[in-house]
């Protein structure tokens, strides 16, 4: 199974809390991360693009980094570890995008992949002036997919001609290339998500819901599985979830009651507020799991206890038909990682031919 790690590159990290740790995004912080992932043997970092946050008496995601950015600087300090920006289709031209992966791609010697974010908090985009409007969001995917087709253009052959609905390509350059396949990877959740996702990814990031339930994931992967059978490609399914670890389950259990207890519930209204502006929201999709979702910190699948029981967790994860493996958060991510590197891992049967790396 491959292990990935979701970058800290908003403030409060992936609880929406007052009582969860506190702290600002920044290049070092991140940098301690990803260096800590290269030395257990994770497979991946990605960090996120967000525009706007959801404000709350946690200002959560009030304070983020940029993604790009982060990764050049990043790429240029590891050595091994594969890293993948965001970019939010919305405000880049694709032929400028393509430049950037390749630069990034340079300077980490191969080891670059992109993120494509379609798009579903409109005020990210309002407050530029550049929201196309009310049909985005029935026809995003339709955006992306020529977005993708564009990029791939230029890579490939440093030339594209593209003409479609909402880009068109003259003799459009971008040299030098890549110096290897620059991989895709999405996150849609909703049915045409995946579609698309099976059409133009390599990795879709699938989403669950819920605490130490293992077993709901497989209702994802399968409808990915079933999106790559009507495509005819293989596009691998990578789960997003969060790590909340200690000695004893009831010590873990206990840090995620305390979080709990500060739920920042004016950052939660606004960030329903947000998705709920996509009426037609499919129910799988991020916006419609965004508004159905419980009033607890995190919405993502948990995995809270002792590091035995996350490993075991974990173990029967892998074991998911279709799963590739899984992007980690954590509650405290530097803690987090230790945990995980020294306490988890070793623990792990899927991860065993790692267990001394140190």
């Not at 257990?40 to 946050?53: N, Q």
């Not at 995003?140 to 909402?166: I, M, N, P, T």
């Not at 605490?211 to 999106?227: C, F, G, K, P, Y």
């Amino acid at each position: 199974m491959e292990l990935g790690v979701f970058l800290p590159i908003g403030n409060n990290g992936w609880l929406i809390s007052t009582t969860s740790p506190q702290y600002q995004p920044s290049f070092d912080l991140n940098r301690d991360v990803t260096l800590l992932a290269e030395r257990y043997g994770f497979e991946f970092a990605l960090s996120m693009i967000k525009l706007r946050g959801f404000g709350g008496p946690s200002e959560y995601w009030d304070h983020n980094l940029e993604s790009f950015t982060l990764m050049a600087g990043l790429a240029s300090v590891t050595s091994r570890i594969r890293l993948f920006a965001s970019v939010a289709v919305l405000t880049i031209p694709p032929a400028v995008l393509a430049r950037m992966a390749v630069t990034i791609d340079s300077i980490s010697h191969g080891r670059f992949g992109v993120n494509i974010v379609s798009g579903w908090q409109k005020a990210e985009y309002e407050q530029m002036d550049i929201w196309p409007g009310e049909a985005h969001f029935a026809r995003r995917y339709e955006y992306c997919s020529e977005y993708v087709s564009v990029l791939k253009e230029l890579w490939a052959d440093g030339r594209s001609d593209f003409q479609g609905e909402f880009f068109r390509m003259r003799d459009c350059r971008v040299s030098p290339r890549p110096m290897r396949k620059i991989d895709i990877i999405s996150a849609g959740q909703s049915n045409r998500g995946m579609q698309f996702a099976a059409e133009h990814a390599d990795y879709n990031f699938i989403s669950a819901g819920g605490i130490n339930d293992v077993s709901q994931v497989r209702q994802h992967t399968e409808r990915l599985i079933a999106a790559n059978a009507a495509a005819g490609a293989a596009c691998k399914a990578m789960l997003l979830m969060m790590v909340i670890a200690d000695e004893t389950d009831e010590a873990a259990m206990a840090k995620w009651h305390h979080y709990v207890a500060g739920t920042d519930l004016q950052a939660l209204a606004w960030r329903d507020s947000q998705a709920a502006a996509d009426a037609k929201a499919e129910a799988h999709s991020t916006a419609g799991r965004m508004v159905r979702s419980d009033r607890v910190p995190t919405n993502m699948l948990r995995l809270i206890g002792s590091y035995e029981t996350v490993a075991r967790q974990l173990d029967a994860l892998a074991e998911t038909p279709g799963l590739a493996g899984v992007m980690l958060t954590f509650d405290d991510f530097l803690i987090g990682m230790e945990q995980f590197g020294t306490r988890i891992q070793p623990l792990m049967r899927c991860r065993r031919h790692l267990a001394a790396v140190a």
